[in-house]
């Protein structure tokens, strides 16, 4: 399965600024997601990052907030727009090689965001 | 909606003895059934999928879970605890009819006292 890194694996910020999280795979991948992991929670789909065009954001999530990128078929951007303590979380990137149906999602080690 | 239901926030088990993680499900389709587990400061691993075929699948460290249609549950099983088992697992699912989004229960701390 492939191997993801993310970077920061955590970091504490400001409110009111904003952080990207970069995520980079080992091996080219159909699709690639992030996923949100707040304090004693489950885990929330963000958006679909989209290969050369806009992100498939999840009800509840906006481009303004959590723009993404994704330049091509290993590498992948979210950034948590001017943030505040709510955004404190734990932000996960996951792909999947093939489209997703029974595939399985392969995760990587998160980005732990604090926002004081 | 595809919905993951994890009735218990967390299970204490001695080791030794078996444990049952539960999990329910809710799709319109058919499910594909996923079990996955995150150890402190760490990702999820994936353990093991239903996807068609036999009820009872076998994953890694030794789990298995049993798919349950009439009843739509998914629970996590595993004949003998080990201490190294503690840990926070997530029941999800995706609806093969419904798109790309793997749907997570709201997950479930395992407890395994020696």
């Known amino acids: 399965s492939a191997v993801i890194s993310q970077k920061p694996s955590r970091d504490i910020c400001q409110r009111g600024t904003s952080l990207t999280i970069q995520c980079q795979v080992d091996?080219?991948?159909?699709?690639m997601f992030w996923y949100r992991q707040q304090p004693g929670q489950s885990l929330t789909l963000i958006a679909t990052?989209?290969?050369?065009?806009?992100?498939?954001?999840e009800s509840g999530f906006v481009i303004d907030k959590f723009p993404i990128s994704r330049p091509n078929l290993t590498f992948s951007t979210l950034t948590v727009s001017n943030m505040s303590p709510e955004d404190s979380s734990i932000y996960l990137c996951?792909?999947?090689?093939?489209?997703?149906?029974?595939?399985?999602?392969?995760f990587g080690a998160g980005s732990r965001l604090t926002v004081l | 909606a595809q919905s993951v239901a994890q009735p218990e926030d967390q299970v204490n088990v001695a080791e030794g003895n078996p444990l049952t993680v539960k999990c329910t499900y809710s799709?319109?389709?058919?499910?594909?059934l996923f079990w996955y587990v995150q150890y402190p400061n760490r990702g999820l691993q994936f353990l093991l999928k239903?996807?068609?075929?036999?009820?009872l699948v076998k994953g890694s460290y030794g789990f298995e879970a049993e798919f349950n249609k009439s009843q739509t549950s998914f629970h996590l099983k595993k004949p003998s605890a080990l201490v190294s088992d503690s840990a926070l697992y997530f029941c999800?699912?995706?609806?093969?009819?419904?798109?790309?989004?793997?749907?997570f229960g709201k997950g479930t701390t395992l407890s395994v006292s020696s």
């Open positions: 996951s792909v999947t090689q093939g489209l997703p149906g029974a595939n399985v999602l392969t």
């Open positions: 091996s080219q991948v159909t699709m």
């Open positions: 990052a989209n290969q050369g065009s806009e992100a498939t954001y």
């Open positions: 799709v319109s389709g058919n499910p594909y």
């Open positions: 239903y996807i068609t075929g036999d009820n």
């Open positions: 999800a699912v995706r609806d093969n009819q419904a798109g790309t989004a793997l749907i």
